[in-house]
């Protein structure tokens, strides 16, 4: 068995490019670019509660970096640096394949496979791993935590709580796609061809919009990434804002799972964002260019805080009970 300092050494020791010092020292060491700060944000990923024992460890190794990378868009950060903490568990990626899938030997171990994974994720957006810590459990969920520090000039990162009465509401993508393939996985739906394809890569692997996110600070007011839902995030920046909020939305799915996936189906790391009304074509023309979906959902209005409500195209009232996901309800 791979002992700790041979897996961090194979897997997790790259040549930082960002950073005077690296993995390998008891810390990283790192200079901040001036005139700016540092904006810090950590994820938990646990067996069992957001991926499958059977995942594929390459798509899992870019999905722990990229739902971090997701905080920094949704604050309008450039992410620079990453640490990662292991807790590896019997069975999965506790450094002894064979992999649970199956996966040809020739492909490499669990770990092998994650770390390749993370690292296109890394290199795919220039951050670098500066350091972590590795340790195997001895039983349970194995667990993968990131803690993601990015840079954004003084005063004008993207908060949850700036979002004023007027505002319209926007948001990137297609929401529901990753709570679609997780229902086809679970066989609660079918579904196929390119959509199947769509929902299962925003499921495995998730595409951060870090380019949207650091063009909203010149046009937002808030931002906020739905990794709980759409509906259950949304509230979460009315609260922050003290608002309240209106929404219709043109193609929602008629009912059912579809609709229902759209409005509270947990991650998906699309961004969901406010911006005054005068704005409105600017917006537009920046979803052309970054070739991103950008759709305006509603408005903000005066009410109490946090709360919000969904009409259809016939402005009937379908505001659903259940705005999304939480671990502890
Ligand atoms: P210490 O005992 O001082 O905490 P460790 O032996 O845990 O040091 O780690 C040695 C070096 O490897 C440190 O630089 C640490 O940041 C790095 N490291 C450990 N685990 C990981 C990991 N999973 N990813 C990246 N770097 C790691
Ligand atoms: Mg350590």
Redesign the pocket.
Same mark, same amino acid.
């Given at each position: 068995m791979a002992s700790?300092?041979d897996l961090?050494e194979q897997y997790?020791?790259r040549r930082p490019r960002h950073a005077e010092l690296g993995?390998?020292? &008891? %810390? %990283?060491i790192v200079r901040s670019s001036p005139d700016h700060e540092l904006v810090i944000s950590t994820d938990l990923l646990v067996e069992g509660t957001h991926f499958f024992s059977d995942v594929e460890p390459e798509s899992l190794g870019w999905k722990v970096l990229a739902v971090n990378l997701s905080d920094m868009a949704a604050m309008g950060a450039t992410p620079r640096w990453a640490?990662?903490?292991?807790v590896l568990c019997p069975g999965l990626g506790d450094g002894d394949p064979p992999a649970p899938t199956g996966a040809p030997s020739s492909s490499g171990s669990w770990l092998e496979q994650f770390s390749r994974g993370f690292f296109a994720c890394a290199d795919h957006y220039d951050v670098d791993?500066i350091?972590? &810590?590795?340790t195997r459990g001895r039983s349970g969920a194995t667990t993968f935590s990131v803690t993601i520090i990015g840079e954004v000039p003084h005063g004008v990162a993207l908060l949850r709580g700036g979002a004023q009465v007027g505002d319209d509401i926007w948001v990137s993508g297609t929401p529901g796609r990753a709570a679609l393939g997780l229902a086809h996985l679970q066989s609660r739906t079918e579904l196929n061809g390119a959509h199947l394809a769509h929902c299962l890569t925003a499921l495995q692997r998730p595409t951060p919009r870090i380019e949207l996110g650091l063009a909203l600070r010149k046009v937002a007011t808030s931002a906020i990434d739905i990794s709980d839902g759409l509906l259950a995030d949304l509230g979460h920046l009315l609260k922050a804002s003290g608002a309240s909020a209106k929404l219709q939305i043109a193609g929602l799915p008629d009912a059912g799972l579809a609709r229902d996936a759209y409005l509270s189906g947990g991650d998906d790391y699309e961004l969901l964002f406010t911006s005054p009304p005068a704005l409105a074509s600017e917006i537009v023309a920046l979803g052309q260019s970054l070739e991103l979906p950008l759709q305006r959902i509603g408005a903000v209005c005066h009410g109490q805080p946090g709360t919000l409500s969904v009409f259809d195209q016939h402005a009937a009232n379908i505001t659903p009970k259940r705005r999304g996901f939480d671990h502890f309800s």
């Open positions: 700790e300092f961090i997790f020791t993995v390998g020292d &008891d %810390a %990283a640490t990662l903490g292991c791993l350091g972590g &810590d590795t």
